[in-house]
């Protein structure tokens, strides 16, 4: 009786290890050549779903004998990784952005320099331009911090065209071409001009893309036929 009762006890205690589940992703990567092309189809899209902890399940099915499931499981980890690629360049990064009572032309040419944004302040349009500027955002998404300082600053983007200052020789001064921490360089020849106003427009923040509505009277490129 002793003695059945401690082959009981082995027993139970031997089998969590024999019960313990494979790994699920496994058997979705095996589904993809699976005979019915229905079944194969749901594993390529939960797969998909799965993201990046299914692709190294994946790379090793593209080592296969098995040429359907290699070229299958190849396809779906080749999606994976685009998509990866796009969401990491879509990440915005971070900037922190900080004055204390520092005035306004100054705190734009900082803020220009730190941005990586090449900015001309409009004094024909700035009211008080012996106000200064505090603000201390953080690290937050870029154009968060952005339009933080539009804010903090009482400033705002003018769209409308307009001449770009002179040189003392008489020629307009040309801005330099930067790359922005964005990784999406504006055109040479971009300059956001700053005004007093507040960002009024719509827009979307939080990612390394700024999407935002312009006004009607926004110049447009004309086109050609």
Not at 26 to 38: C, E, I, N, Q, S
Not at 104 to 118: N, T
Not at 163 to 172: A, H, R, V, Y
Not at 211 to 223: D, E, N, Q, S
Request: charged share 30%; aromatic share 4%.
């Amino acid at each position: 009786m002793l003695r059945g009762r401690f082959l009981g006890i082995a027993l139970l205690a031997a089998s969590p290890l024999a019960a313990q589940p494979s790994d699920p992703l496994d058997g979705k990567v095996r589904a993809l050549a699976h005979p019915r092309y229905a079944e194969r189809e749901k594993a390529a899209r939960e797969l998909e779903t799965a993201g990046e902890p299914a692709v190294k399940a994946l790379r090793e099915a593209a080592q296969s004998g098995d040429e359907e499931l290699r070229a299958r499981a190849t396809a779906v980890a080749d999606r994976i990784e685009r998509t990866l690629r796009s969401q990491r360049l879509l990440t915005a990064p971070k900037l922190a952005v900080k004055f204390d009572r520092v005035p306004l032309d100054r705190a734009v040419q900082d803020f220009a320099a730190k941005a990586q944004l090449h900015c001309v302040l409009d004094k024909s349009k700035i009211k008080n331009p012996d106000r200064t500027v505090t603000l201390d955002t953080g690290e937050v998404p870029y154009w968060e911090a952005v339009h933080a300082f539009y804010q903090a600053a009482g400033l705002a983007e003018d769209d409308s065209p307009f001449e770009l200052p002179k040189t003392p020789g008489g020629t307009s001064v040309r801005p330099r071409f930067v790359e922005s921490p964005i990784r999406n360089p504006r055109p040479p020849m971009a300059t956001m001009r700053l005004t007093d106003g507040q960002p009024t427009e719509p827009a979307a923040l939080h990612s390394a893309l700024r999407v935002r509505a312009l006004p009607p009277a926004f110049p447009r490129t004309p086109t050609t036929t």
